[in-house]
C-alpha cells in the first residue's frame, strides 16, 4: 500500500505532543522544578455533585437486569436530546434536528464525510486545529484561511469567503478569546444567506460569554437555515475525559438542490459512530437539569475568575493582551518573539507552561495562549512569579 | 453546497432502522403481540459485578480533587494499553502498538482517512455494513467483494482480491458466524505477505470461539508485519451502550516504501478522536483483570448456550443452518424466499424478529441472521414457538 499523500498535507506532529516534549525534557534537567500549566484546555475542578451522582447510579443501572441498556440510537438517546433542545435552544428544535456526539472534536471529523472532497472550506486563522486536519487529511479539500488578528479585531473579512462553500468559526474563539457581538454575527448570518454558504459554528466555549452577547448561532434570524452548531460539555461541564457534545443540523438546512442536509448527517452519524456512551449521556442530562445548570455556572465563574486575575497579571507584566472575558483563553501578543521563543522562555524564567499560538496557524505566530483551567492556587502562584520575574525562580 | 457525490453510493438508509420500521407497523396492527428480538446484535445481560463497580468507582472518583481526570491521550490510558496486550496478546506488543478507541465500527470509518482516497479495499460478502459503506462515504473508493457462501465453506477467494491494496476480513464472521481455522488463516496471511497486502482483521467476536482455532491473526507467525487487527469490548464484556473498543498497529505493518504505518494511524487517532471516555477505559481494565475474566466467560458461555438451543431448534423447523457453534449467530439459508419476505413470515407467524442477511451484501440475499443475545427465557419461548409455528401464536 502506498502512504496517503494527504498526510503530506499536514504538519507531521500535532503541537500539543510537542508541548508535553519540551516539559519533559525540562524536568530532566530540572527535576525539583513546580511547573504550573496554563497550557492545554483541559479542566481541573472535580465534577459537580448532581453529575457525579447520576454517573454512579447509571453506572449501578447498568449491572443489574432491569437498568441494562446496550446500543442506543447512534445519534444519541431521546432524553439527552430532548434536554439539549430545551434548555440550550428554548425547544427553538426538534430533537431529530440534535445528535449527540462524543465531542466537538470528533463531530468536526465526522462533517468532513458529510461535505465530501469536492468542497471548498474557509476558516478562521488561528484556529482550533481539528478544524484545519480534518479536511486536509480526510480529502486534501481546498481550504482558504481568514487572517483574525488584532488588527481586524479577530473578525475575517468574510470576501475572502467568496469562493468556500462551508465557512467554520468559533465563538468565543479558541484561541483568540474573540466572541463576536450580535452585530457582527449578523453581518455573518447575512454573508452566508446571501451566498448560500453552510456555516459551521463552534460554540464549544459558549457558556463562558457574559452579558449580552449571543451564545448562539441560531439567536440570529434566519440561522437556522444555514447554519450548523457543534456544542461541548467538555469546558461547560467539566467533560474533557467523560466526552459528551452535540451538533444541531436543523432540517431547513438545504443543498443548492434544495434538499435537506440532516438526513445524510443522520447517515453519516449510523455509520461512522456507534453513539456517545450511555454513561457520559445520563451525566450530560444531570448537567442540564436545574440544579446541575447551578453548580456548572459556579464551576464556569471559577474559571473565568481565574483568566481575570491572568489577564491582570499579564497585563502588569507588560504583554499586550486579547480575550480573557467571554472565553477561559487570554491570546498575548509578543513583541520580537516567535511563539516557541516565548513559550521557552516563559518556561525558563517562571516555570510556566502555556501554548504557542503557531499551534493554531500561520496567523498565531507571535502569539501565546494562556489556560484559565487551573487551580486557584496555581493562578495565584502564576501571578506571584510574573510579579517577581526572574529572580524568584532561578 | 452541493451534495457530496458519494451519498448515491451507498443505500440511502441503513437497515437496522428498517427492522424497526417494520416492527413498529406491526406492533401497530398487532399491540397486544409479544414480540422476541432475535435481530440485531445487542447484549440484553447486565455488566458484571466488577466491571459495574469499577464504573462505580470511577465515577465517584471524578467527583473528588484527588481523582479528577480531564483529557486522557487521544489512544487510550496507559494502563489499559497495558493490559490489552498482556491479557489479549501475552504481551506480544508494546503499548505504543495498541490504540483504544470508542469502538470497532468508529475505528472501521477513521481507518479511511489513514488509507486515504485511492485505496483499494477488497471486503468479504457479506460482511458487517460499515465495511462497505465508510469507504464509499469517505470518497468513493474502490471495493472489491468477496463472496462468503456455503458453497466455498464461506472463505473468499483470494485471487479476487490481487488488484485490492487492504483485505477486510472478519472472524468469527458477523454475519455467517464463519470462524477461521489455523490453516485457513496461514493461507490469508501468506497471500497478503507474498502480494504486500494490509489485512484489517475484526476480531469482534473473538471471545466466542471455541476449541483450537485462532482468536487472534497474530496467533499465524508473519501477521504482525500485515496486520492491523480491530477488537472491541461490546460483546465480549456488554459494552454496546458503554463503548470501547481497541485497534492493533504493529510497528512492523509498512507501507510499500518501508516506512511503518504506525505514526500515522496515532496522528488520525490523535486528529479525528479524544479518547474513549475514561469510564469506559476503567470499566475495560476491570473486563481484564483476572476476576473479571472469569465473568465475562459465563456471560459468554450464557449467549452460546442460546445460540446452541436456536440452532438445533431452527434445524428441527427445517431451516438449512451455518455458523452459531463460534459466533453468537446463526445464519439461516431459506428456500425460495428473499430475506425480507422471511423476516416478514417469521415476523407474522411467530412474532420473532430475524435480520434479513441481504442488509449485509448481495451475497446475504437469501439468508437470514438469527443473535443469541437475548435472555434464556426469551430463547425457549422462541423456541416452543418455532416447534409449534404458526398455530401457537394468532
Known amino acids: 500500500m502506498k502512504r496517503n499523500p494527504n498526510f503530506a498535507k499536514v504538519s507531521g506532529r500535532y503541537f500539543f505532543p510537542e508541548i508535553i516534549e519540551r516539559k519533559k525534557k525540562f524536568l ?44 442506543g440510537p447512534e445519534e444519541g438517546h431521546e432524553f439527552i436530546r430532548q434536554k439539549i433542545n430545551e434548555v440550550i435552544y428554548k425547544g427553538a428544535f426538534s430533537p431529530a434536528e440534535i445528535f449527540v456526539s462524543d465531542g466537538a472534536a470528533c463531530d468536526i471529523g465526522r462533517l468532513q464525510f458529510l461535505f465530501g472532497q469536492n468542497c471548498h472550506i474557509a476558516i478562521q486563522d488561528p484556529s482550533y486545529p481539528a478544524f484545519l486536519d480534518t479536511p486536509l487529511l480526510s480529502s486534501g479539500q481546498k481550504v482558504t484561511l481568514l487572517p483574525c488578528n488584532p488588527e481586524n ?8 469567503a467568496r ?13 483568540t478569546g474573540k466572541a463576536f457581538t450580535f452585530e457582527e454575527l449578523e453581518r455573518i448570518v447575512a454573508f452566508a444567506l446571501q451566498s448560500k454558504k453552510i456555516i459551521v459554528y463552534d460554540v464549544a466555549y459558549a457558556a463562558y460569554v457574559q452579558g449580552k452577547l449571543p451564545r448562539s448561532i441560531y439567536e440570529i434570524p434566519g440561522a437556522d437555515s444555514v447554519a450548523i452548531e457543534i456544542g461541548s460539555f467538555s469546558k461547560m461541564a467539566g467533560f474533557t475525559g ?10 431547513k438546512v438545504r443543498y443548492e438542490s434544495g434538499e435537506p442536509l440532516r438526513p445524510d448527517w443522520a447517515r453519516i452519524v449510523s455509520t461512522f459512530f456507534n453513539g456517545a456512551s450511555i454513561l457520559s449521556q445520563h451525566a450530560g442530562l444531570a448537567a442540564l437539569v436545574e440544579e446541575g445548570q447551578q453548580e456548572i455556572a459556579l464551576q464556569i ?7 481575570t486575575l491572568l ?54 505566530e507571535g502569539f ?4 484559565g483551567f487551573a487551580s486557584r492556587e496555581d493562578v495565584h502562584k502564576a501571578t506571584e512569579r510574573l510579579r517577581n520575574g526572574v529572580l524568584a525562580i532561578r
Chains 1, 2 share one sequence.
Open 311 to 364: 489577564k491582570q497579571s499579564f497585563e502588569d507584566a507588560g504583554f499586550e493582551t486579547y480575550g480573557g472575558i467571554h472565553a477561559p483563553y487570554l491570546w498575548l501578543r509578543l513583541e520580537d518573539k516567535t511563539s516557541w521563543e516565548a513559550f521557552d522562555e516563559l518556561l525558563e524564567k517562571v516555570h510556566i507552561i502555556t501554548c504557542p499560538g503557531c499551534g493554531f496557524g500561520q496567523e498565531g
Open 28 to 71: 530532566e534537567r530540572y527535576p525539583e522544578a513546580k511547573l504550573i500549566s496554563l497550557g492545554i484546555g483541559d479542566t481541573t475542578e472535580p465534577l459537580t455533585f448532581v453529575i457525579t451522582e447520576a454517573l454512579m447510579r447509571s453506572s449501578a443501572a447498568l449491572g443489574t437486569r432491569q437498568g441494562y441498556v446496550g446500543y
Open 242 to 251: 467523560v466526552r459528551l457534545g452535540w451538533t444541531v443540523v436543523p432540517e
Open 163 to 175: 469562493d468556500a462553500d462551508v465557512l467554520c468559526l468559533c465563538s468565543p474563539n479558541n484561541p
Open 301 to 307: 465563574r471559577h474559571y473565568l475568575d481565574n483568566i
Open 368 to 371: 501565546l495562549r494562556v489556560s
Open 153 to 160: 479585531d479577530f473578525f475575517p473579512d468574510l470576501n475572502l
